[in-house]
């Protein structure tokens, strides 16, 4: 018979409540007398529980991680119906969980040297730091006996209240925050799933898979999915300098490209200048470029290949709408329909001609109008209005006149400036500034309000994170 994770719990918590808390995921190693079976022989691994028989299922839960139970001692008593009266002693053990506890003068050291880290930068106040502590102990258990060795995965935290230092060198903006690390280098995304034990053994499993798929026939190059960035390298052999650094920048950028290899003789007819990399943008119709720089030298062959996996203008989704949010840049977006790519390429190449000097200002968004139905609502759009665009401030949304002015040299320059400037948000309340006014024209005050801002809703949430309104409460 098998019961439930909840029931378990739930049973753990009403006889010894000090280790059934907030996050419990699962035990290791559980073991005992079942209560609901009698004196039948109960064992828990993890989430699940079993019993060699019995005719009910078993009320026994998974009890909090780090805790290994001994077997109970039942006491039977008579009483006036003949019944038993179950007297349950459970004795607990806890166990040790390797959380490597970062400070100033370990830090460098400890990431240099993991070929893996996930920092969790907590503060003790936090509520939700301490509901994910199990959890995250958990998880480094599990990760542990799948990657024994000290250095393959290193689960480690930060407590951002000690070391405030430590916290403004990552931009600690809310607690609790995951970070992944590479060899000491600290990856953009950070961890944004599910705060589960199954969710971050995953995604750690995730992280150690070889991010570079090998190719044995260059004819399976034909078989690509064109929609992704494609970075193929094609090497002599595995064991070299060249390969190490290109499976090193796979590692980092891998969730921006698919990163593909060929070696050997398999490689030969590509290889007629040496090993070389090249990279093939989405569509069939945009032709291979290669990369003519040093395949040894780290910083080269990643700025390359970054620059063609990260495109100037990206694409928002509801999955990485809270990342693109935490920027802090206001966003220009596109919407258009997922089969208009034509309208897109307008857009891209219109950016890059216009406005690539404030690419640290504002982000350069497109949007599926199917998918973004509700931020068109708000400034009185419907997907058969697409191609549009517009501004998001995250305060207020400013829509782009017709779509086929920023053929216009300088107009979406200029609307990227008015927003900076204030105009925009001068003109929605107050009409157009006085300089618009042709000679003559009587001034009037217009009293109007731009649309709020749809996709600061994207944004962290309060209900998931403690946000730090400012830096300085680091």
């Given amino acids: 018979m098998t019961c439930s994770v909840r029931a378990v719990r739930d049973y753990v918590s009403q006889y010894a409540p000090r280790w ?56 039977s008593l008579p009483d006036l119906r003949c019944s038993l ?8 053990t806890p166990v040790t969980t390797e959380i490597t506890s970062l400070d100033t003068e ?9 070929d893996v880290a996930l920092v969790n930068f907590y503060a003790d106040w936090c509520r939700f730091s301490q ?76 992280q150690k898979s070889d991010p570079v798929q090998e190719l044995h026939d260059l004819a399976e190059i034909t078989t690509l999915d064109r929609s992704k960035r494609n970075i193929i390298g094609y090497f002599e052999q595995k064991d070299s300098e060249n390969y190490r ?31 070389n990399i090249i990279y093939k943008p989405p569509g069939h119709s945009a032709p291979d470029m290669v990369y003519l720089g040093s395949m040894t030298n780290f910083d080269g062959t990643y700025n390359w290949i970054q620059d063609k996996c990260v495109p100037l203008v990206r694409e928002i989704t509801f999955e990485n709408g809270e990342e693109l949010t935490e920027e802090g840049l206001p966003f220009l977006i596109l919407f258009h329909m997922k089969e208009d790519t034509e309208s897109l390429e307008i857009f891209q190449n219109e950016v890059a001609r216009q406005l690539i000097s404030e ?13 973004f139905r509700h931020p068109l609502l708000h400034i009185q759009k419907t997907p058969a209005d697409c191609p549009v665009i517009a501004i998001d401030s995250f305060r207020h949304m400013y829509v782009f006149g017709d779509f086929r002015d920023v053929l216009i040299p300088g107009k979406l320059k200029q609307f990227v400036f008015d927003l900076h400037s204030g105009k925009l948000h001068r003109e929605f309340h107050h009409g157009p500034d006085p300089t ?39």
Avoid at 249 to 274: M, Q, T, W
């Fill in 20 to 75: 059934a808390g907030p996050g419990s995921e699962g035990v290791r190693g559980l073991s005992g007398s079942c209560p609901g079976c009698s004196l039948l022989e109960l064992r828990v691994q993890r989430t699940r529980c079993r019993c060699r028989e019995g005719p009910q299922p078993c009320p026994v839960p998974a009890a909090n991680p780090g805790v290994t139970m001994n077997p109970a001692v039942f006491l």
């Fill in 85 to 92: 009266l179950l007297l349950v002693t459970w004795v607990f």
């Fill in 106 to 114: 370990n830090i460098d050291d400890i990431l240099n040297n993991a």
């Fill in 131 to 206: 509901m994910l502590h199990p959890i995250f102990e958990e998880a480094s258990n599990v990760i542990k006996e799948e990657y024994p060795n000290e250095n393959q995965v290193v689960f480690a935290r930060v407590d951002c209240d000690q070391h405030s230092d430590i916290a403004q060198r990552y931009r600690i903006s809310k607690y609790p925050t995951l970070k992944l690390f590479r060899n000491g280098m600290m990856m953009k995304r950070e961890y944004r799933g599910q705060r589960s034990v199954k969710a971050l053994a995953d995604y750690i499993r995730q």
């Fill in 245 to 275: 650094v290109f499976e090193r920048v796979a590692n980092i950028l891998h969730d921006d490209c698919a990163f593909l290899s060929a070696f050997g003789a398999v490689s030969k007819p590509e290889r007629y200048s040496g090993d």
């Fill in 359 to 371: 690419k640290g200002t504002i982000n350069f968004l497109h949007a599926d109008c199917d998918k």
């Fill in 436 to 474: 618009d006014i042709a000679p003559g024209q009587q001034v009037q005050d217009v009293a109007s309000s731009p649309p709020e801002s749809s996709f600061q809703k994207l944004a962290p949430s309060e209900y998931r994170y403690t946000l730090l309104r400012d830096r300085d409460e680091l």
